[in-house]
């Protein structure tokens, strides 16, 4: 296996930490376990570049540079992190004004630029490493009898410029699960105008929940921090809004994955840490 690194400083971790023990812990189980890249910059997202241009770029290039300096392929435990590094990279490897000023701002922290860095989903990264038709071999619980939503909504098309969408569902479908067609798949998630319009974006997340509930989703899978603390975290919020209770689970895929391999312990899964609890397992 090439050297790879992993990227686990996302957004709001007091809420979204079962998505960085899952994936830690499915890496672990898999023997595919990476160091973890430090001194990175908590993502910021992508949502944020209108906020101050300048600063997102130059943050997201100071995590490709310690990567560099690892000289290591940088693995995102969710998708939110990995379109802000890949925005940056496109914009950096197309704006070379850019690129020069802040590979000398770099240079005062003894860290170079690298334009070739390989940035990948954690669903790439297992799939290239350890690879489908594997992990249905070592499936120990199938979840053929369940329904789901897989979810990568409005970061759907953003994903397929620089990823393998496909990975995420060859990846649960190996575990059996099948997954529910729904209208909103592409909608967003409400979370980028929660800031402000708190009541909108309850009603935007949770019309979106009930069009999944609506089309017999059991439980529903995603795999960036936002959507988890939309989905999870603020559910009952959701429910008064619209005015019907959703009653969903909220899985990362990393989640489905050890759960399919066996592993029931919930704190090693992560759902120790969830708001709405699950009966699933």
């Known amino acids: 296996m090439k050297k790879y690194i992993l990227f686990d400083a ?20 898999l023997n595919l376990e990476i160091p973890v890249l430090s ?30 300096k690892e000289k290591s392929s940088i693995v995102c435990v969710e998708d939110s992190s ?5 925005a940056t990279l496109e914009e950096l490897k197309n704006d070379k004004n850019l690129a020069n000023k802040i590979t000398l701002g770099l ?9 070739d860095i390989e940035i990948l989903t954690l669903a790439d990264f297992i799939v290239k490493e350890f690879g489908i038709s594997k992990l249905k071999k070592n499936v120990n619980k199938n979840f053929e009898k369940f329904f789901a939503a897989l979810y990568l909504g409005s970061y759907r098309c953003q ?11 060859n990846l649960l479908k190996a575990t059996g699960l099948k997954l529910v067609d729904y209208n909103l798949k592409n909608q967003v998630n ?8 708190e009541k909108l974006s309850y009603k935007i997340a949770g019309t979106l929940m009930l069009d999944m509930f609506d089309n017999a989703a059991d439980f529903v899978v995603v795999n960036d921090a936002r959507s988890f603390v939309m989905f999870d975290e603020h559910q009952k919020e959701l429910e008064k809004v619209v005015g019907r209770e959703i009653k969903l689970s909220i899985f990362s895929l990393a989640e489905i994955l050890l759960l399919s391999l066996g592993i029931t312990d919930k704190k090693r899964v992560g759902l120790d840490n969830h708001a709405i609890k699950t009966d699933i397992i």
Request: net charge negative.
């Open 39 to 68: 001194g990175a910059t908590r993502d910021c997202g992508v949502e944020s570049i209108g906020e101050d241009i300048e600063t997102f770029y130059k943050e997201n290039a100071r995590t490709l540079a310690l990567a560099s």
């Open 82 to 86: 990995f379109l802000s590094l890949k």
């Open 107 to 115: 240079k005062k922290d003894n860290l170079e630029l690298n334009l």
């Open 190 to 197: 409400g979370h980028a105008l929660y800031d402000v319009n």
């Open 10 to 29: 996302i957004i709001d971790i007091n809420h979204t930490l079962p998505l960085v023990t899952s994936a830690k812990e499915l890496l672990k189980v």
């Open 159 to 169: 994903i397929e410029r620089y990823s393998d969408t496909n990975s995420y569902e």
